[in-house]
């Protein structure tokens, strides 16, 4: 379903980014991108999202090649950054809202889909809070509410695991579990931590200052 292949990517002329980073995943997996920070693991899921595209090698996504890809049609791709992005200045109940609007949902369900989500994620209490005034565990699963609207192919979770208490990482990957991992669809997650990577892996890509240092299947 993704295949790097002698991908290298820099932002200054001395650096590289990443340095020949060659791996493929399939649909059903769980792969994981371990590595401490700089190691690249952010690069390479801006890339596999659209938003970068590597100097040198090549990227393809579902057979693919990423250049050539329709993110609005080839694939079905959610992606949880570190640094969510909403409408701070609108309410949990807005920004779900509009994700619904802009993909033309019927009107007779946007309620009914907005109402279960707010209680498949808890959020009753911060319904009509701004996205501004939410922690970052609360930003994360607004964000996981917003990508169960959608039929998805591929999700990428970009080390969201860092700042959060063990006891908020443990309901996240409940939710990843319940509506991600499944086996219709890959997920690509970004970690620092080995014992997180190993519970949840189908294989695991070490990586360190750019390059792999090794794959575990």
Known sequence: MISL????????????????ITFEAKKGEVLV???????GK???????????????GEVYIKNIPLEKIDFSIDVSMGYIPY???FFEKKTVYENLKYVLDIRKTDKSEIEE?????????????IRDTKIEKLSLYQRYLVSIARLSFRKL???LIDNIFEEISSSEVKELMRLFKKYFFKPNILV?????????????????????????EKIEE
Do not use: W
């Open 33 to 39: 991108l371990l590595g401490q920070k700089d190691s």
């Open 42 to 56: 952010t690069c390479i899921m801006r890339i596999l999202a659209g938003l970068e595209h590597p100097d040198k």
């Open 5 to 20: 292949v002698s991908v290298f990517k820099r932002y200054t002329r001395e650096y590289y980014a990443l340095s020949n």
């Open 113 to 125: 889909k907005i109402n279960k989500a707010i209680i498949d994620f808890r959020l009753e209490s």
């Open 188 to 212: 690509v997650l970004a970690t620092s931590s080995e014992s997180l990577a190993r519970s949840v892996s189908s294989h695991i890509v070490h990586l360190k200052y750019g390059g792999i």
């Open 153 to 155: 192919e591929i999700v």
């Open 83 to 85: 640094k969510t992005v």
